[in-house]
T-cell receptor, first 113, second 118 residues
Framework: KAGVTQTPRYLIKTRGQQVTLSCSPI?????VSWYQQTPGQGLQFLFE???????NKGNFPGRFSGRQFSNSRSEMNVSTLELGDSALYLC????????????FGSGTQLSVL | AQKVTQAQTEISVVEKEDVTLDCVYE???????LFWYKQPPSGELVFLIR??????QNEISGRYSWNFQKSTSSFNFTITASQVVDSAVYFC???????????????FGKGTLLTVNP
């Protein structure tokens, strides 16, 4: 059974640009959540999607958005990139959200120059 | 507001030593869940354990054991006879529980980097 797949693995952008990150959950998993990991702030919850609907949202500005498709694949978009957006973005999937076991991908390392 | 504190930023041990990773949490919720995750150099977080606030029994799984004490708001993790492969960053996390709908909103500690030397 394939794990959670995140693409791309590495990304370099410049300030002001926008970026889209992709996450393919484990087959059959309907919940996808996103986390940002930085050395200073650690791991922070961004948002969670279930059946194409955002159910939960963390404390991030509106520049961070996401969506989920009917096949449960999810994308995360960050517009007007800032230097502080440089981070490892992790995606996690679970069967139905709730407090089921989360399976994480290896993340997308975003560098904003 | 929830908070998870992992006071140990880095720990270095020699193989076969026992090591305990500390986790202290703060929450106003009466029902909540605690987790431990491991992050090896490859980046993905690996689930280790989930414990709910009503279950204070200690748990042992192979070389791993967890000590949950509600009275002190702690959920410590012990590795017995550590191995080099245990080297990773370990995260303690906390989530509230709300009936109905999504209840998955983990608050992570800053993590403890464990290095096990041969």
């Amino acid at each position: 059974k394939a794990g959670v797949t995140q693409t791309p693995r590495y990304l370099i952008k410049t300030r002001g640009q926008q970026v889209t990150l992709s996450c393919s959950p484990i087959s059959g998993h309907r919940s996808v959540s996103w986390y940002q990991q930085t050395p200073g702030q650690g791991l922070q919850f961004l948002f969670e999607y279930f059946s194409e609907t955002q159910r939960n949202k963390g404390n991030f500005p509106g520049r961070f958005s996401g969506r989920q498709f009917s096949n449960s694949r999810s994308e995360m978009n960050v517009s007007t990139l800032e230097l502080g957006d440089s981070a490892l973005y992790l995606c996690a999937s679970s069967l139905d959200g709730g407090l089921a076991k989360l399976f994480f991908g290896s993340g997308t390392q975003l560098s904003v120059l | 507001a929830q908070k998870v504190t992992q006071a140990q930023t880095e720990i270095s041990v020699v193989e076969k030593e026992d090591v305990t990773l500390d986790c202290v949490y703060e929450t106003r919720d009466t029902t909540y869940y605690l987790f431990w995750y491991k992050q090896p150099p490859s980046g993905e977080l690996v689930f280790l354990i989930r414990r709910n606030s009503f279950d204070e029994q200690n748990e042992i799984s192979g070389r791993y054991s967890w000590n949950f004490q509600k009275s002190t708001s702690s959920f410590n993790f012990t590795i017995t006879a550590s191995q080099v492969v245990d080297s990773a960053v370990y995260f303690c996390a906390l989530s509230p529980w709300v009936s109905g709908g999504s209840n998955y909103k983990l608050t992570f500690g800053k993590g403890t980097l464990l290095t096990v030397n041969p």
